[in-house]
């Protein structure tokens, strides 16, 4: 898989394009250097499991 700052680099001059998340090129579609042409239509919404060990001596802490 090629490097985000690779896929921007062609995508600016003009050889041809790309998806990438909006969080990674932002400064460099504020700054014109390449040009977005399509803002999706779905809410993406990540999700973070945390899991620990049941055998943790701190366990009363963790369960606040």
């Known amino acids: 898989?090629?490097?985000?700052?690779s896929t921007i680099l062609c995508a600016s001059n003009e050889n041809g394009s790309a998806l990438l998340p909006y969080l990674l090129c932002q400064d460099v579609i504020a700054n014109n250097?390449?040009?977005l042409t399509w803002e999706g239509t779905a809410t993406v919404v990540e999700f973070t499991h945390y899991d620990v060990d049941g055998n943790i001596l701190n366990n009363e802490i963790i369960s606040r």
Request: charged share 10%.
């Open 33 to 35: 250097g390449i040009k």
């Open 1 to 5: 898989m090629p490097s985000t700052t």
